[in-house]
Structures are given as structure tokens and as C-alpha cells.
């Protein structure tokens, strides 16, 4: 990449990481949590048993908080596990869950690093998607306020920054891949009525932080991946547009704007789908005035026109980290996806893109006019140790600057972003691949075959970051 500016970063810019629980806990038995689909799903999804340790984050925190603050790290982004603060159906609070991410706050606070908190990020317990049919039942609505009400009440004297829900339109669009298509058979009627609901708890949740947390400050998370046109075919733009509507913006139209758009409305029209919006669902939707949208981008993606009389072709995820092993998916009448000619992928086919970063800071200032934060950014690799004992990743290196850059030119495009908060810190469980896509700036000793000892060892990224986010990006 030819770099020809000098980009700013505006002063106390949060420069930090990001994780989520389950993917960086373990424990995922202890201290009286119960299990959430996603322990389970990654049980099953990786090749052993015995995967209740994850990063071990758990029993390491002070020592993992410790590396942030060497780093010289500003903000740490991480998410709260329902399961271990209301582990059953008879919800009584868990007090020990309280007391680990008291901790884990207090720890952060000491070293001036500001927490940014996720209230949901996939892990749905066992015991809400056995009583509630998980988010297919409206019972959820109540306990997920409860729950969120709970974490405000609990650390909003130190949590300002607040998450409601990670990527509700990639659960949506990804249901097979993420757990929450329960009933596969009638998924393309059901999800509008999952999602329907997912947004009921959305603004329950930014409803509760704004009446508990004084200062408080809330948003959404969606999963972006900016989608360019093929060529400029008119067709293509609006195949683009398209895209961009059933994997994006209806959601984000309905978090800034607090109704459903246009499109999403004609679509279900068109289509005979019934979300069940019930009486009052619009009206406690309209209350949730978001602050600012919280943002994760890793790749972007390329659509073309699909003719109607196409045949429906699903996505295909990459899940065996070998190049060509994704599926496009076609949409008829809306779109289809291809590859892009431009850009290099990953060894798991995502397209290395940095441009996509600015395209979408651009993209959402433009539409919304809200501050943003970088939530998620990165870049996975097949990693090991070297005979040196340390961990050498030029490639993330390489990802991290271009992108880090391309925030800089949204900045001096005059978009508002006022923290970059990459995937991950730690090496952690990738929804897919357990430990064998690493994602962290640290290495941590253990793999999905073997349970090691959980050593730290960071990697080249680390000292690389932590010169970067010392000169307040002027180092990069
Ligand atoms: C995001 C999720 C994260 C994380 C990341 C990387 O969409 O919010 O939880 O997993 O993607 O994805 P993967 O682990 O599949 O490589």
C-alpha cells in the first residue's frame, strides 16, 4: 500500500482490543455459571472434548489486563456472559459473577484503560433457549432487560461505554453458522420475527443504560462488510445497493432512525412475511436513542446483478482455513456475491481490504451523522511458535497498519471515530476454528488438540501496536 499522508489521530483517541466471553473466559463451569449455546457449539465445532478453557482469561485477567496497560492501551472491549450472572431459571444474581467482572473493571480502572461492555455477544444460556425457544420467544424481552438492568445497576458507576447486542444482523444473516436458527425448515419467515425481537431487547437495553447509568453511553455493534459494485453496469450498483439493504442497513436504519425502512417493509410485503410487530413494539423502539454506533470490519464484499429465474444458491463459509473453499451465495432478483479481482484473502477466503475500513466510517457518518467506535478488526492466522520462543506475524502487522491508516483518512474526511478496538488482545476461540485462527496481538500457549499450560507470549503485532498506540498513532 502507498501511503502519502501523515494521518492524525484526534487526542485521547481510545486505543485498545477486543474480546468476547466465551471466546476468552473458559471456566465455563465454574463459580456457578451454566453453559451457553456457544459452549457448546464450540465443543462441537472443534476437534476435542475438553475446550472449557478457552484463553483461561478467567483465572489470568490481572496478568492479561497487566500486558494492555504495558502496551500503553486506553480502552479494552469486552463482553459480559449472561450465563454466569443469571445462571438458571430461577434467577437469583450470582454474586461471584458479579465479582469476576467487578474485578476484571476495577483491574482496568487502576491502569486508566477504559472498559467498553457488550451486554450480548452469542452466548445465549441453555436455560433461556429452553424455557424461551431462545430468540424465538417474546418471554426473552423481559429477561434480557432484567439482565441488562442488572449490569447497569451493577457497574455503571464505572462502565460509560456500553454494547447492546454484537452483530444482530450476522446472526440474522449467518443463523445456520451462529446457533439461532433453531427450526432450519421455516428460518427464512422465522428470522424477521427473530430479529423483530432482537430489536425489542435492543432498546430495552439502551432504554435502561440511559435511565441507570449516569453519563452512560450506549450503541449497536453491527458486523459490516462494505459491498462494491461489480462493475459499472447500473445493474450492478443496484444488485450493490441490494446487498447492501439485506446485510446492513435495514438494521442500521432501524438503530439510528428507530423505524423499519422502506426496503425491508416492501420486501416483506412482496414476500408475505410477517414480522409480528405487536402493539407498543414501535413505540418502545422509538425511546432507543442510540449515542453512537459501535463498529466491527475485517473484509468487504463484491455483488452483480442476479437475474430472478437464477437458482438460490447459499453462502458457503470457508471453515477448514484452505484457500477456495468458499461459496458465494445468489440471491435471484437481488443479488449474487463474487469475487473481487482487486483484492488478496486470507487463508479462510476473506478478502484483505483496507479501503473497506474508510468506505465504511464514510459510509455510516454520512448516513447518520453519529460517532463511531472501532469494535472489531483483524486479522486470523495459523500460528505457532518459533524456535526463537517467539511469535513472528508480519502479515497481522502488515493488516493492522493499512487499516489503522485508512481510520486515519476517515478521520481527516471528517468522520467522527474515537477508538479502534481490534479482534483480538489475546489469542481466543474463533467462532469456527477454535484456537487454529488466532487472532492476538498475545499468543496463548495451548492448542485444540492439547490443553497447555496458557502461557502469554507476545507476539512481534504486540510491540509493534504498543510503539503505535504510545505516539497516539504517529508511530504506525
Ligand atoms: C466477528 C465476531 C467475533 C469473532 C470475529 C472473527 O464477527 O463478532 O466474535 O469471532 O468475527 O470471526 P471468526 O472467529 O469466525 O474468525
Known sequence: MFYNHDPKFPDNFLWGGSSSSWQVEGAVEEDGKTLSLMDLNTRTKKPYTDDTFASDNYHHYKEDVKLMA?????????????????????CQVNKKGL?????LINELIKYNITPIVTVYHYDMPVWIDKEYDGWYGRGIIDEFDKYARTLFKEFGDRVKYW??????????????????????????????????????CHAKAVIACHELVPGGKIGPVPGYVPIYPYSCDPKDQIAAMNAEEM???????????????????????????????????????????????????????????????????????????????LKFPKVPGMYQLVENPYVDTTD???????????????????????????????????????????VHDPERIKFMRDQIYQVGLAIQDGCKVFGYNPWSFLDLLSTGNGMSKRYGFVFINTTDKDKLDFKRIPKDSYYWYSDLVKSNGENW
Open 70 to 90: 504495558d502496551a500503553g492501551m486506553t480502552s479494552y472491549r469486552f463482553s459480559i456472559s449472561w450465563a454466569r450472572i443469571y445462571p438458571s431459571k430461577d
Open 99 to 103: 465479582e469476576f467482572y467487578n474485578n
Open 163 to 200: 454494547l447492546s447486542i454484537n452483530e444482530q444482523n450476522m446472526q440474522i444473516c449467518y443463523g445456520d453458522w451462529l446457533g439461532i436458527d433453531k427450526h432450519p425448515d421455516t428460518w427464512l419467515e422465522d428470522k424477521w420475527k427473530v430479529n423483530h425481537i432482537m430489536n425489542l
Open 247 to 325: 446485510t446492513e442497513k435495514i438494521w442500521d436504519d432501524l438503530y439510528a432512525h428507530r423505524k423499519y425502512n422502506g426496503f425491508i417493509k416492501s420486501y416483506w410485503r412482496e414476500n408475505n412475511i410477517d414480522p409480528d410487530i405487536r402493539p407498543g413494539d414501535m413505540e418502545l423502539i422509538g425511546k432507543a436513542n442510540i449515542d453512537f454506533f459501535g463498529l466491527n470490519c475485517y473484509r468487504s464484499n463484491t455483488a452483480k446483478y442476479c437475474s430472478p429465474d437464477e437458482k438460490e444458491e447459499p453462502y458457503e463459509l470457508n471453515k477448514s482455513g484452505k484457500k477456495g473453499n
Open 348 to 390: 479462510w477466503d476473506w478478502e484483505i481490504d483496507p479501503v473497506a475500513m474508510r468506505y465504511m466510517l464514510r459510509y455510516v457518518w454520512d448516513h447518520y451523522q453519529l460517532p463511531m467506535v472501532i469494535c472489531e478488526n483483524g486479522f486470523g492466522e495459523h500460528e505457532i511458535v518459533s524456535e526463537d520462543g517467539k
